[in-house]
């Protein structure tokens, strides 16, 4: 989609239309040289990447280092990032979901950061990609299945049998269940992208309409600073956004995740 | 101009498949409303049912993503 992207905005260009292309931003592109971009070759995805876990290193390992009884600023988030998701874990998925909570504290951190790191300007937001997202969302449905079987055997199908409904209405139910437990993770991952990459697409339209207007019609000197202040609504907007998501993505693993404990109605 | 009828489809079913996220707005007014509503009858419990609203809000926003991607899969892949 990316080239496909890239296409369009030549098109745009040649065509003597809008010379800018919202979609521009997501495209990847090799760091170093421009050849293609193949399965190991690095690109700003890896970078943006690669910042992301060395901030969440820098958060977690250095707040943690020294241990003081009256934690400063840095030690300070990274207890309450370790306690929201902490009692997260324990409502959503009940008591015995602790020993998964390493794996969910890792999604969090990392589509927050993520999230955060693709806001500021000119950086890249890597969870904007389904690529991504998808591969996060396909290893928490891989593994809530695999512990849902190992936990309860064929016990775990009960999942899809709803023993509250009347008799006749369970296998249309049942089927209802199955379908639905498999679009999970198209959802899940969808949900995340979706809002990464629409925020980003709305934020680009507005600043280079801003910036358009000015040069191109004397309504310019009123149009943009009202533009102006429309980017920076919506970036307080996307902010909230980043937060939110990244929070929706931890609470609905936890609630698979319950699903796979506790898979009797 | 050439006419390409194909893209025109494509660009219209763009557009069409928009009117998805006023679903998907309606809804998320429909949950977070009425969990306003309940939470100001009893406030003592609203805080403990943030998470359920929140999760009622991602089911109901998936829909308006869907359609939002269904408008960029014919602006861009077909």
């Known amino acids: 989609m990316a080239s496909e992207a890239a296409q369009g905005a030549e098109h745009a260009a040649s065509e003597g239309g809008l010379a800018f292309h919202p979609m521009d931003q997501f495209i990847v592109r090799p760091l170093f040289g421009d050849g293609p971009v193949g399965t190991f070759t ?5 970078l943006w990447m690669a910042i992301t876990v060395l901030c969440i290193f820098a958060l977690l390992v250095l707040g943690s280092s020294r241990r003081a009884t009256v934690p400063g600023r840095v030690q300070s988030i990274a207890e309450l990032a370790y306690g929201f998701v902490r009692k997260m874990v324990e409502d959503v998925a009940g008591k015995d979901a602790l020993p998964f909570f390493p794996y969910i504290m890792t999604i969090f951190m990392f589509t927050t950061v993520a999230n955060f790191l693709g806001l500021i300007p000119t950086s890249f937001t890597t969870t904007s990609h389904a690529a991504v997202t998808v591969l996060m969302a396909l290893a928490v449905f891989i593994s809530v299945t695999v512990i849902g079987f190992v936990r309860h055997g064929a016990g775990f199908l009960k999942l899809f049998w709803i ?11 049942a089927l209802i269940e199955v379908i639905s437990y498999f679009v999970r993770p198209v959802s899940h991952s969808i949900r995340l992208m979706g809002n990464m990459m629409a925020g980003h697409a709305v934020m680009e339209v507005f600043a ?12 310019g000197l009123v149009v943009t600073p009202l533009s102006i202040l429309a980017i920076s ?23 698979y995740l319950r699903d796979a404990l506790h898979p009797y109605h | 101009m050439e006419g390409d009828i194909v893209q025109m489809g494509a660009y219209i079913g763009a557009g069409l498949a928009c009117t998805g996220m006023g679903g998907a707005a309606v809804g998320i007014g429909h949950v977070v409303g009425n ?8 406030p003592s419990a609203a805080g403990g049912q943030t998470a359920t609203m929140f999760i009622g809000i991602a089911f109901s926003e998936a829909m308006g993503i869907f359609s939002f991607l269904v408008a960029l899969l014919l602006m861009f892949a077909v």
């Open chain 1, 233 to 255: 609504a919506i970036y307080a907007l996307e902010v909230l956004v980043a937060f939110i998501q990244a929070y929706i993505f931890t609470i609905l693993t936890c609630v």
């Open chain 1, 163 to 173: 023993t509250a409904a009347p008799l006749p209405l369970r296998p249309v139910l």
């Open chain 2, 35 to 42: 969990f306003l509503s309940g939470a100001l009858r009893n």
């Open chain 1, 42 to 46: 690095v690109t700003n995805v890896t």
């Open chain 1, 208 to 219: 280079v309409f801003a910036s358009l207007i000015l040069v191109s019609t004397g309504l």
